[in-house]
């Protein structure tokens, strides 16, 4: 009997089967399957690299291999997945209908989306199935291999792939989408962790609870009631409204409850932080997920297989406890091919969705879809923020097995607010500075620009202020981020939003130019984290400003209009909660809530991204992220920026050593925020694949200081009051 391969390291293809046989059953602890279920899943595994067996694929495998005895085919390729179905014989087709028969009401039209479960485990981006040329293969296979019955072929590929892929018809697609969740989920998962040699779910290794009692007891903490109650809730998904210093995160270690789980933010720095700390009670069963992970590996490691193996687990989503930007799922909203491997795991998993507020309105939307779409399919999810728009509770009013907390409020009063009438950059700012000088006093301004303008304001008075924002380059804001940790009394610094959620610092006094309301609460909490205030003097303050292009025009002024209501007096949590409800009462004609509705609706009635890549480009579109090198940092430092690509992309180099060369040339880049047309700003680095894959850019005509960041050009005007 001839020997077929499934890989080009020599596994053959009874082999490969096995193993993905094998990565079932070790899936199969966390599927809720029938027997039926389990056993149409077998036959799909069984038959879904069968067509590998052809010409085509045999000689490529067999000359990586150095084979020399190759097949006599000298026609076109035709991808393993179409011809599979062929193997597929009369007797076994009438099993296969007569098992889904046991459990489906169509076992006819459940039979063809059974064939297009196996023709979709791979996607063939831009290929068409040409009809002549899978049976002209099948041909060949007839007369050239007899290891076989005689090979027919029923199935109009290209139908079936058009029919089983048209999110229009929503009939359709709402019929088979749970079990395209399932069958072509496990499939996919399977398939490609048998192919990396991981399981596809690790094990937790210890135990989740004791894990979590030793941290309590180390920090002296003992639950809350609110805290307790997650953990008696852990199989309903939980919306959590908290104030900042109440212990949402611990709440969510206790409603995770030893499950597999996945913890979200919207920002790098967080995530980062987060994952520190999760690491630091659960040791490696936690995993850190976001588009540097394998930078932020690379630095620690010395084992390229070691490496390796981590990253792959990470990608294939099979550690016990994830902490991730919430890109890394949710942009399988978008449902690009392949988006149900990443359904699949999240149907059996928890999802903690942390500060959703901190995002755009159109990102908002599609995390209330996908949250909605995995609650359905048997996933649970936990939504907690401190400051949380009134809408989005009602999002999920109408989901089963959901428990929606009563907010929980510190009974401490931490802020004491002052309104200002004037532009932050004025004579009243510098009179709070000078009667505060022995504090630690916190700036917030709503551009970069601002911010920058503040800086040279301060100097110009004879302070010495610090000032961090988005659009310092990695090494210059790393050290900006561990010193701002690190502050001490007296000093001043100087920020954008980029503070509101993702660094745990805690100032003395906090002023801010007016923001929307639930930005402007997470400010708040910059200041007097945990801490009660009593004193007579304002703590906060809060100057007049404009929305530009990042705030909704109405909700702007009508937060303007409600703090104006608390001015100078000491603000209870619940003083907060009221704040948020009265902004947001009737918002359905404002631009926030249409953009967010828009993008709701088009989730929902039907939307399928192309690819993953282009997936990620709609995410982070709605998200606004890009990666920039500033143009004077490129040209100032070109060679050594060359040198490190041509490093990244020479195949020969070690793998291990490339991340560290990749986490290298992050330094010099920038993550940012950028609203409006971009298309002057940005242009591509030339000659370069890694970058271009990764859509790192230059941006043009902008200069730049350590000190100030990012420096614009004269005519960058429409441009610059966008940055945030």
């Known amino acids: 009997m001839c020997q077929f391969y499934a890989k080009s390291n020599g596994e053959t293809i009874e082999e490969h089967t096995t193993s993905v046989l094998n990565a079932f059953y070790n899936l199969c602890e966390y599927l809720k399957l029938n027997e039926n279920e389990k056993w149409i899943i077998e036959k799909l595994i069984y038959y879904h690299d069968l067509g590998k067996i052809n010409p085509k694929f045999q000689n490529r495998m067999r000359k990586k291999l150095g084979i020399n005895n190759l097949f006599n085919w000298s ?37 063809k989306f059974f064939i297009f479960t196996i023709l979709s485990h791979h996607h063939r981006e831009n290929q068409k199935p040409n009809n002549e040329n899978i049976e002209r293969m099948i041909k060949w296979i007839n007369e050239n291999i007899n290891d076989f019955q005689k090979l027919e072929y029923y199935y109009d590929c290209g139908y079936l792939l058009n029919t089983y892929n048209t999110i229009e018809d929503r009939e359709l697609w709402n019929t088979f989408f749970a079990y395209r969740i399932k069958w072509l989920g496990t499939l996919m998962k399977c398939d490609y962790c048998a192919s990396a040699g991981i399981n596809p779910e690790e094990n937790y290794t210890g135990n989740y609870q004791t894990d979590f009692q030793i941290f309590l007891e180390n920090k002296n903490i003992t639950l809350r009631d609110f805290q307790i109650q997650a953990g008696k809730n852990s199989d309903k998904s939980i919306i959590l409204i908290a104030s900042t210093g109440m212990g949402k995160t611990e709440a969510a270690m ?28 659960f040791d ?68 903690v969705m942390d500060e959703i507020q901190s995002f755009s309105p159109s990102a908002i939307a599609a995390i209330v879809v996908f949250l909605k779409e995995i609650h359905k399919l048997g996933g649970r999810f936990m939504l907690m923020t401190a400051t949380l728009p009134p809408f989005l509770k009602s999002e999920f009013s109408d989901l ?83 010193n701002i940790m690190k502050a001490n009394a007296p000093c001043i610094w100087i920020s954008t939003q980029i503070v509101e959620a993702s660094l745990d610092i805690d100032f003395d006094i906090l002023l801010t130019e007016n923001a929307s309301i639930e930005s402007l609460l997470q400010r708040f909490g910059r200041c007097y984290r945990k801490r009660a205030y009593d004193n007579n003097e304002p703590n906060v303050f809060i100057f007049r400003s404009q929305p530009y292009n990042i705030y909704d025009r109405y909700l702007f002024n009508k937060t ?3 703090v104006n209501e608390y001015n100078n007096r000491l603000i209870s949590e619940n003083d907060k909660q009221n704040m948020i409800n009265s902004v947001f009462e009737n918002i359905e004609q404002t631009n926030y809530y249409e953009e967010y509705t828009r993008q709701k609706d088009l989730l929902e009635i039907g939307y399928r991204s192309l690819s993953r890549v282009e997936a ?27 040198n490190l690509i ?11 050593e490339k991340m560290k060369k ?49 420096v614009y050009p004269q005519d960058a005007n429409n441009f610059i009051d966008n940055i945030i």
């Open 646 to 656: 041509d490093f990244i992309e020479n195949r020969d180099n070690n793998r291990l």
């Open 400 to 482: 089963q097995d959901i428990y929606v907390f009563e907010p929980q409020l510190l009974n401490i009063n931490r802020h004491k607010i002052s309104i200002i009438d004037n532009d932050i950059q004025s004579d009243e700012l510098l009179e709070i500075l000078e009667e505060n000088t022995d504090k630690k006093i916190l700036i917030i301004c709503n551009t970069v620009k601002k911010s920058q303008k503040m800086y040279d304001f301060l100097k110009e008075n004879a302070l010495t202020p610090n000032l961090i924002h988005s659009q310092f380059i990695g090494k210059d804001r790393k050290e900006k981020e561990s």
């Open 254 to 281: 206790n409603w995770i409850n030893g499950q597999k789980a996945f913890y979200l933010l919207g920002i790098r720095i967080a995530v980062n932080e987060m994952y520190k700390r999760f690491k630091n009670i």
């Open 662 to 710: 990749q986490n290298e040339f992050l330094d010099y880049t920038i993550s940012l925020q950028l609203y409006g047309n971009t298309n002057n700003l940005l242009s591509d680095i030339p000659n370069s694949q890694f970058c271009k894959k990764h859509q790192i850019k230059i941006l043009k005509g902008y200069d730049y200081s350590i000190e100030r960041g990012l």
């Open 616 to 642: 990620q480009n709609d995410f982070r579109n709605i998200t606004n992220n890009y990666i920039v090198i500033p143009e004077t940092i490129f040209n100032e430092n070109e060679q050594t920026i060359k």
């Open 284 to 351: 490696n069963n936690v995993v850190l997920l976001h588009g540097e992970t394998s930078y932020f590996f690379a630095q620690n490691e010395t084992d390229e297989d070691d490496y390796d193996t981590k990253i792959e687990k990470a990608r294939k989503l099979s550690y016990p406890l994830t902490i991730a930007t919430a890109d890394q799922l949710i942009t399988s909203v978008f449902k690009y091919p392949g988006f149900e491997f990443t359904y699949l795991t999240c149907s059996y998993s928890k999802i």
């Open 560 to 562: 303007w209009d409600i």
């Open 75 to 111: 026609g076109g390729n035709v991808p393993h997945e179409w011809l599979s179905p062929a193997f597929i014989t009369q007797d076994a087709e009438k099993e296969i209908k007569n098992q889904l028969a046991q459990f489906v009401n169509n076992s006819e039209r459940f039979f």
